[in-house]
């Protein structure tokens, strides 16, 4: 009896544990790509900005080349309203005008004294000269007087001689500091203006390469225009070589850690038509930034090389969208 209910009670506890549900793990699709925001530049680019010009902190635009133009190598491609440098120009060559026509008087009045001081100095070579034939002629018929007389004639003779070649002397020494001192000052008038000229020609900009004209925005997203004025060193236009395009991709923080250079990459350009390009990742950042001042996500940027470049649809600054490819073959074919 005993026997059969310890059979039953095993039985009744085998079939509560039956009843129990049975857990089922959903499966989790694996993450194949990721998906990132770029922008079109090119490899090789010269940014435009102001020139340095002294006493110049805002520059207003004058002219700019229409963008998307293709320039070459020398060609003013953004100029800049010179008003203040060609005031003070006009003020420094008046002034040049009176430093140089005060070196020209100057230069004829101290030639005409000279002359004076010249013609005086051979006068009195020659009251010398008198004066000395006078006393070395022996004349026994002329009374002491007449000898003492001559001597003290000779004596002042001596003397004025003495006084002219130091006047003449003393004043071309004066002279050439004179004319130093005003050569001096149109050296440096005539510096300044061509200082002011050569500041005047650096508002002219010209194209350091050959490429095409995109017009760079300012940290608030507004693009540069005739009339308006930018801040020194804030570039208004960019020289881009179209012909050597890629990609420039802002890739999230916690995907950067599934990326690496090789994988294939699809983008898809901000244009009416959507077509697909394809790449590779060329080169991973090293550092990770802020995406723009007004977005703080942490990213860190990725450039990308397109296998093909289509100069009718590609231009630098187009918006863009990639696809990452990060399957296991494509991370083994990458490596």
Known sequence: MIRTLIVLTLLLQLSAC??????????????????????????????????????????????MVPENTKVKVGQVVVTFDDKQISDRLIDEQGKLQRAKKELENKEHKEQAKEQELILALAETQMEYDKSKRRIEIVDNSKSDNDRRKAQIDFTIAKADLAMAKKRLA???????????????????????????????????????IDGMVIYRANWEGERPAVGESVQF?????????????????QVAEPDSGKLQVGQKVKVFLDTANEIAYSGRIAQMGRVFRDKSYQDRTRVIDATISLDNIDLKVMRPGMSARVEIDITTDELREGA
């Open 18 to 63: 039956g009843d129990e549900p049975v857990a089922v793990v959903p499966t989790v699709a694996e993450q194949t790509a990721i998906s990132a925001s770029g922008e079109l530049e090119s490899k090789t680019s010269s940014l435009i900005a102001p020139p340095s010009v002294g006493h110049m902190w805002q520059y207003q635009i004058k002219t």
């Open 170 to 208: 003393y004043h071309r020494e004066n002279s050439q500091m004179n004319l130093k001192r005003i050569k001096g000052k149109v050296e440096r008038l005539t510096s300044r203006v061509n200082a002011f000229l050569s500041d005047k020609e650096k508002l002219k900009v010209k194209a350091p």
């Open 233 to 249: 060193g804030q570039p208004v236009i960019e020289i881009a070589v179209v012909e050597q395009m890629q990609v420039l991709a």
